[in-house]
């Protein structure tokens, strides 16, 4: 059983910094893609930033290239997401999912292709 728990989330002035860990176990397979999607209230989950653990390739939407960065510890089998510079715009729900196998490219960031969820960290972002 694949579990995925998010963390870190919480309420920061513009321009400050947060880093949301997903701590994952269950898995049995060697290469997976892993994401971080958002889901703003009346809107539609969104892909932020994308990672195959095969050749360590990452994807990232435009309305966050150079501000957020996807990366992985594989000691402790976690995936995170810092994000600087945030913006009121980036107030959601933050979720990280798992992916068996290979995603290319910008299907990273896309939700249906990915099998497992985690619960959800709510990242609140005041101007």
């Known amino acids: 059983q694949v579990q995925l728990v998010e963390s870190g989330g919480g309420s920061v002035q513009a321009g400050g910094s947060l880093r949301l860990s997903c701590a994952a176990s269950?898995?049995?397979?060697?290469?997976?893609?892993m994401g971080w999607f958002r889901q703003a209230p009346g809107k539609e989950r969104e892909g932020v930033a994308g990672?195959?653990?095969?050749?360590?390739?990452?994807n990232y939407a435009d309305s966050v290239k150079g501000r957020f960065t996807i990366s992985r510890d594989n000691a402790k089998n976690t995936v995170y997401l810092q994000m600087n510079s945030l913006k009121p715009e980036d107030t959601a729900m933050y979720y990280c999912?798992?992916?068996?196998?290979?995603?290319?490219?910008?299907?990273?960031?896309?939700?249906?292709?990915?099998?497992?969820w985690g619960q959800g960290t709510q990242v609140t972002v005041s101007s």
């Open positions: 999912a798992a992916a068996s196998g290979h995603l290319f490219g910008l299907s990273k960031l896309i939700p249906r292709l990915y099998n497992y």
């Open positions: 269950g898995y049995t397979y060697s290469r997976y893609s």
């Open positions: 990672f195959y653990t095969g050749d360590g390739s990452t």
